[in-house]
């Protein structure tokens, strides 16, 4: 299987890492709708980084590592702010069924 060519593997792992930055921003901005769209584009750019570098990716572009550690620490942000997001949703939607089941009960 081919390796994808270095330039093409740095800008496909440039633009993981931009998407990071779009997802940090639509998450702390309360943007889940944009949000949603740049993760499903940045998950497409994860396949592509696994299939063509996978565990090799940072032996191939060993100059990137620093880029990739603060991706990461943006990455541990963004599921803490998604988790949260996930709880309010949660509790909305909990209290929604609590009225429903009040008003059928009460009808």
Known sequence: MP??????LRMTAQQFVDYTDALLASAE?????DFLTVFE????????????AGDELLKRLPDMRQTFELAL???LRIQDLAA??????GEELS???????????YR
């Open 29 to 33: 901005q309360g943007r889940w709708r």
């Open 73 to 75: 620490g943006k990455n």
């Open 95 to 105: 209290t929604v069924q609590q009225q429903r089941r009040l008003r059928m009960t």
């Open 3 to 8: 390796l994808m060519e270095l330039d093409a």
């Open 41 to 52: 584009a940045r998950e497409a750019l994860m396949d592509t980084l696994i299939r063509e």
């Open 84 to 89: 949260a997001r996930r709880d309010e949703l």
